[in-house]
């Protein structure tokens, strides 16, 4: 009973590595450290102990100083001369409690001392407390690695702003002149020209929409992404407008034919800012279409699922390896990311939890398909009652 009321104040246990010839002193230590609050993994030797802290990572070391082989002393210079185990505090077990030895310990790294005859209740103690002081150190280093990771990812933000801006701009004007070359030239240019200067057209049209969705990715917490309005969607009407506007698009260009099969019942709304919506549906498309080397088809199927409306987009006739299944909303994932922008799925992924949705995705290579399944919250969940 006592066991079970007993206080625990280490969650996990804390990782304690024993390293003392005597069977009595392992035996006496084990017994002080029984407490849920350790967990106690002894060696014989200095050899040992040594190269039992790779396996099992103590979080504190109890080194007795004086045995045969290889005194504690030289076991902690090697340990304290190794980058990866420096860190862990060691308390020396000593019989001999006089200055120049606690000195000794000290200059070599010893965080405390234990004088024998050991006393539970001082053993307890002082383990406890070099356990709590790395952890806490562990954590504020932890902490100061998350606070410098976000100031320079803010940096990084701001540079990236900055450049994909200024080089949209420098895109801008490049299309404005070639509308103006066109509009200059009519009929009388050549068709080879006239040829290459529409394929440079959607070149910098592609370049454009790829430093926008990059510019997105990059400032994350800027307010419009982060609070969103949150309003109905008819899910049927917005799909058709989407998949109008991108086949408008295709008119007169090489890319694959594409088609779309709907079964999306006609009033199902989902909650979503209405921009974020258009802008999901559209990128997913598009991406598709860009990156297919062969024709593909979408079927676009969609129900209420609890508080959840669920899409799932079947798309026939583009598929990716294993290898990158699981990472296909990464930037840069797609294998054919040379035709699309290579950050869409990205940022579709972005804005779908933004408005407090998740997404997925499972591709069949050897059906060539790939299934896309959005939730968005339901509209159903205005309604009263």
């Known amino acids: 009973m ?48 040594i190269s039992t802290i790779k396996d099992k990572n103590p979080e504190v070391i109890l080194l007795d100083i004086m045995m045969p082989d290889e005194d504690g002393y030289s076991v902690c210079k090697r340990i304290k001369a190794n980058s990866k185990t420096t860190h862990i505090p060691i308390i020396f077990l000593t019989a001999v409690d006089t200055i120049e030895d606690k000195l000794k310990g000290f200059e070599i790294g010893a965080a405390d001392f234990i004088t024998k005859p050991f006393n539970h209740k001082e053993m307890t103690a002082r383990v406890r407390t070099q356990v709590s002081l790395a952890r806490a150190t562990n954590e504020k280093e932890k902490m100061l690695r998350i606070a410098m990771e976000e100031r320079r990812n803010a940096v990084v933000a701001r540079i990236a702003g900055g450049i994909s801006h200024n080089f949209s701009n420098l895109i801008g004007v490049s299309i404005g002149n070639l509308l103006l070359i066109e509009s200059l030239l009519g009929n009388s240019i050549n068709p080879v020209a006239k040829e290459a200067l529409s394929d440079l057209k959607k070149s910098l049209e592609r370049q454009k929409t790829m430093l926008r969705q990059f510019l997105r990715l990059s400032n994350r917490g800027f307010s419009e992404d982060s609070n969103p ?5 008819n899910l049927s009407i917005l799909v058709d407008e989407i998949f109008e506007n991108l086949l408008m698009q295709d008119r007169g260009s090489k890319t ?5 099969q709907k079964n999306i019942p006609d009033k199902l709304s ?40 669920k899409c799932v987009i079947t798309i026939t006739g583009f598929s990716v390896s294993k290898e990158i299944q699981e990472s296909i909303f990464e930037p840069f994932a797609l294998p054919l990311a040379n035709v699309g922008t290579g950050l869409a799925f990205s940022v579709v992924k972005n804005l779908i939890e933004v408005n407090k949705g998740t997404v997925s995705s499972h591709s069949n290579t050897e059906e060539n398909k790939t299934i896309l399944e959005l939730n968005f919250l339901s509209a159903e969940n205005l309604k009263p009652g």
């Open 2 to 49: 006592a066991e079970e009321q007993e206080k625990i104040i280490f969650n996990p246990p804390a990782r304690i590595l024993v390293i003392d010839d005597s069977s009595l002193n392992r035996q006496f230590i084990t017994s002080a450290l029984k407490s849920r609050d350790f967990e106690v993994t002894v060696t014989k030797s200095g050899e040992e102990g």
């Open 229 to 233: 309005e949150i309003i109905e969607n």
């Open 256 to 260: 694959q034919p594409i088609r779309l």
């Open 270 to 309: 989902f909650l979503c800012d209405q921009d974020h919506a258009r802008e999901i549906f559209h990128m997913i498309f598009n991406e598709i279409i860009s990156s297919a080397v062969s024709p593909v088809s979408f079927n676009v199927s969609a129900k209420v699922d609890g508080l959840y409306v």
